[in-house]
């Protein structure tokens, strides 16, 4: 099983729709957690980090469910440059790297 | 201009060839790393260094080396490239303060025929 698991999609949703998808993680020690975004043929930039409490950052809500293991991603008015992959990635406290998930494509349509 | 290059962009090799690629940042962080990435697996970590005399294996290290020849710079080599290995490969680095930031460089495309 895979240390960090989210569904691959695609995901296609029309523009102003809200969409959310979800990551798996199999290692309870993993503490931090974070949201990057990939676009096509680019590079993976950070979007958010994931806190126990929940945070939000404009159009964007991230959370942590620690009890089931997974976290997850909410957009809001979705817009036709939100198309990207996300990648969901976990980092175990005391270790030296992050491990990323394979990436939830999601499209936007007009 | 870019804090985080690698070059070459693109690469196309033969099975057997010995390759480098290369990666620099202005950033000024300790920490840098090589994964890559291939459809449905995700980014996995070749090796990582944490300065100049670090180095450590990732989790699939085994066909690969890298050198650190300074804070700044990078390298992953292969030795004898195989066409198994054809893949987007990425550099990226974090510094000692926020270590769980990291920023990629643009990519490296290699493809062994």
């Known amino acids: 099983r895979k240390e960090v698991e989210q569904d691959p999609g695609p995901f296609n949703v029309p523009e102003g729709a809200t969409v959310a998808f979800n990551c798996t993680y199999s290692?309870?020690?993993?503490?931090?957690f974070f949201w990057y975004r990939q676009d096509c043929r680019k590079e993976p930039k950070l979007l958010m980090s994931?806190?126990?409490s929940g945070n939000e950052d404009g159009r964007f809500t991230a959370q942590l469910n620690r009890a089931s293991q997974y976290i997850s991603l909410l957009i809001r008015d979705s817009k036709l440059s939100d198309s990207a992959t996300y990648l969901c990635?976990?980092?175990?406290?005391?270790?030296?790297?992050?491990?990323f998930g394979q990436g939830t494509r999601l499209t936007i349509n007009p | 201009d870019a804090d985080v290059t690698q070059t070459p962009r693109n690469r196309i090799t033969k099975t057997g060839k010995r390759i480098m690629l290369e990666c620099s940042q202005t950033?000024?962080?300790?920490?840098m790393y090589w994964y890559r990435q291939d459809p449905g697996l995700g980014l996995r970590l070749i090796y990582y260094?944490?300065?100049?005399?670090?180095?450590n294996k990732g989790e699939i290290s085994d066909g690969y080396s890298v050198s650190r020849q300074a804070q700044a710079k990078f390298s992953l080599s292969l030795e004898s490239a195989i066409p198994n290995q054809t893949a987007l490969y990425f550099c990226?680095?974090?510094?000692?303060?926020?270590?769980?930031?990291?920023?990629f460089g643009p990519g490296t495309r290699l493809l062994v025929l």
């Open positions: 994931v806190y126990s």
């Open positions: 260094s944490f300065d100049v005399k670090d180095i």
């Open positions: 990635v976990g980092k175990v406290q005391g270790a030296q790297k992050l491990v």
């Open positions: 290692n309870s020690a993993s503490q931090s």
């Open positions: 950033k000024g962080h300790d920490r």
């Open positions: 990226a680095t974090s510094g000692s303060a926020d270590q769980e930031t990291q920023y």
